[in-house]
């Protein structure tokens, strides 16, 4: 089965730039989107087919994708981006396959 | 506005049987375009995907629970059911279902709540 992975934690100063990484065989050929998590609330999508951003979403947010490695960049963080990020792709063996997640702590 | 919504037992035995219903409003399940997707999180874990359905033909499940899942709708009832057999304590965590906005899309643009499921005796 496909997997994917991220670092479990990532920590930065506000007004500073946080790079999540996600891990897979040739993720680069497929699309990744990222989903934000705060506490006791349901997932929101960031980020989709790689690089868009959903309509509401800061510009903050910005993807991008080559090889094995996706990677969510938030510029300029705020501390309401505080959050646990995960990462989604879809393969043909096990579709809408999940990353590990990221846990985002905004010294 | 497109809105989901999960509901079921709080509280489940171990080797009974869940059924979890997702209604959902703003978009219509009779378009088989659009798909909806069970996915849970066990407290504290990463979120696991569990299965999804497009129209009544395609459907498709996870492959370490694809025996145990069972998918269906009803488009009368703006509603997709799933059942899981043979619960085990393992199986607590968070439900959520989600809807997927095109047979072409790979990600998931709206999300329910949420219903946290206990399997103990």
């Known amino acids: 089965s496909y997997e994917l992975t991220q670092p479990p934690s990532v920590s930065v100063f506000p007004g500073q730039t946080a790079s999540i990484t996600c891990s897979g065989d040739?993720?680069?050929?497929?699309?990744t989107c990222w989903y934000q998590q705060k506490p006791g609330q349901s997932p929101v999508l960031v980020i989709y087919q790689d690089n868009k951003r959903p309509s509401g979403v800061p510009e903050r947010f910005s993807g991008s994708a080559s090889g094995n490695t996706a990677t969510l960049t938030i510029s300029g963080t705020q501390t309401m981006d505080e959050a646990d990020y995960y990462c989604q792709a879809w393969d043909t063996t096990t579709p809408f396959v999940f990353g590990t997640g990221t846990k985002v702590t905004v010294l | 506005q497109v809105t989901l919504k999960e509901s079921g037992p709080m509280l489940v035995k171990p080797t009974e049987t869940l059924t979890l219903t997702c209604t959902v409003s703003?978009?219509?399940?009779?378009?088989?375009?659009?798909?909806v997707s069970w996915i849970r999180q066990p407290p504290g874990k990463a979120l696991e995907w569990l299965a999804h359905i497009f129209s009544i033909d395609e459907k498709s499940y996870s492959t370490s629970l694809k025996t145990r899942l069972t998918i269906s709708k009803d488009t009368s009832k703006s509603q997709v059911v799933l059942t899981l057999t043979n619960m085990d304590p393992a199986d607590t965590g968070t439900y959520y279902c989600a809807r997927i906005p095109g047979v072409s899309t790979t990600w998931f643009d709206s999300w329910g709540q949420g219903t946290l499921v206990t399997v103990s005796s």
């Open positions: 040739k993720l680069g050929d497929k699309y």
């Open positions: 703003g978009f219509s399940l009779s378009n088989a375009r659009v798909g």
